[in-house]
């Protein structure tokens, strides 16, 4: 039998159309348990490395014959060996290129709707990561919001699409993933926007996103509205694009709310969450698409892969807008707040500009799953 290797963008789409597949993951069972590849119909068996070394066979009969088998590892060698010696027991498996690292920083690009110009709005959906972007087109020119480190696919993107990058913007300073943001903007030119109450510590040039500011994208000046939406932190922004659509950033997500805590502030930022949940975003339109920075589990994703909902079905049914006394909605935030993102701290420093760590590190940084939301 043969070992093959299969790409994180194959495993995506197979994640996205719900096909069967089953997973042998041979990290060690903490970071398996931590984090792993998610999906509806994805079968697991969990057994570190180190327990197969001597021969896979006494895991050969936990192993199906009948659908496709994918060994994964954190980098990738320890999936070619494991694969390596299954296909010498007459079994046909493949592994996870680049490992979890890989999985980590795949984008998929998902068209989410039309703008009235005829551009349109895409979502990049971070599957392995849990992290949103977007990209705003409109008559040849494009704008950016919460771009991951993996700039290239951002600005290849745009290439295709035969426009320029005019504006890249961050809803907040973020503290789960490095933002790519700035380095967008200087590679084509572009503003890089920032809302100042979040970037009090940077060591470097932006434009200020203050609320109510609006940037125009194409000749028909597309219009993208900032919203000041504290709560995630101090600064949090939200933005509303052609009166059709909310980018919440992590203030609201489909399935929870923002934690307030990633500055060490929970108690002093709880109620700018309550006012903004409950106060600004209760005068918008029930209408608007809400496409968060981030989702929390894999059942959020729509058909085509794209994470969405109206506002006013995330009024109706998410639990974290629901919540009408206000101290148990501040035991609800405070309560429950799952661990700190991994290297959080070092996170937003690089976000700030206070240290420019070197790529390999800057995929450790962000190893394991997005913990931007409450429980």
């Not at 000749?219 to 980018?247: C, E, M, N, R, W």
Request: net charge negative; aromatic share 8%; with cysteine.
């Amino acid at each position: 039998m043969t070992v093959t290797p299969i790409l994180a963008g194959e495993i995506a789409k197979k994640v996205i159309s719900k096909e069967a597949f089953f997973i042998l993951d041979v990290r060690n069972e903490d970071a398996f348990s931590d984090w792993k590849i998610e999906g509806e119909n994805i079968q697991y068996l969990n057994i570190p490395y180190f327990d197969v070394l001597d021969g896979v066979e006494g895991i050969l009969d936990q192993i199906p014959t009948d659908q496709d088998v994918v060994v994964v590892c954190a980098k990738e060698g320890s999936s070619i060996f494991v694969a390596e010696m299954l296909a010498e027991a007459g079994r046909d498996v493949r592994y996870l290129q680049g490992g979890m690292k890989a999985w980590s920083e795949h984008l998929e690009p998902v068209k989410v709707g039309d703008l009235k110009d005829g551009g349109a709005i895409y979502q990049f959906v971070r599957i392995g990561k849990g992290c949103l972007s977007y990209m705003i087109v409109s008559n040849g020119e494009a704008a950016i919001v919460d771009a991951t480190r993996m700039t290239d696919v951002f600005i290849d993107f745009a290439k295709q699409l035969d426009v320029k990058i005019t504006n890249v913007l961050d809803t907040h300073l973020h503290a789960d993933h490095i933002s790519g943001g700035r380095e967008i903007a200087e590679a084509v030119n572009g503003t890089y926007w920032l809302p100042p109450k979040d970037a009090t510590e940077v060591t470097f040039a932006y434009e200020p996103l203050e609320d109510g500011r609006v940037i125009t994208v194409g000749t028909s000046k597309i219009d993208i509205q900032a919203l000041y939406s504290p709560g995630h932190t101090i600064g949090s922004t939200s933005f509303i694009v052609d009166d059709a659509y909310l980018l919440s950033g992590d203030i609201l997500f489909i399935d929870s709310i923002g934690r307030p805590d990633l500055a060490g502030l929970a108690e002093d930022w709880v109620g700018d969450l309550r006012d903004t949940l409950y106060s600004r975003y209760r005068e918008l339109a029930e209408g608007l698409l809400v496409l968060p920075a981030h989702f929390m589990i894999i059942e959020e994703l729509n058909d085509d892969g794209s994470v969405s909902e109206t506002l006013g079905k995330l009024f109706a049914n998410n639990h974290g807008l629901n919540i009408e006394d206000e101290q148990e909605f501040r035991q609800l935030v405070t309560g429950n707040l799952p661990p700190q993102p991994n290297a959080y701290q070092e996170i937003r420093q690089t976000n700030m500009g206070k240290i420019t760590p070197d790529e390999e590190t800057q995929r450790e940084m962000e190893i394991g799953p997005n913990r931007c939301a409450v429980r």
